[in-house]
């Protein structure tokens, strides 16, 4: 499990690389927002595997 949870990582990364080369503030604000709950939940199963 822990090898998926860093894998969720890298991904949330690669989509804010990709985030940031768009041109609409409003959707990479949005994204930001999603990205930024999506880490929250990653932290909360790490919590409740350890």
Known sequence: MKTTLANA?????E???????????ELRKAIAKYIE???EQIK????MMN
């Open 37 to 39: 709950a999506q880490r």
């Open 44 to 47: 909360s199963l790490r919590r």
């Open 15 to 25: 989509v804010q690389l990709d985030t940031d080369k768009l041109h609409s503030r």
């Open 9 to 13: 990582e890298a991904a949330l990364d």
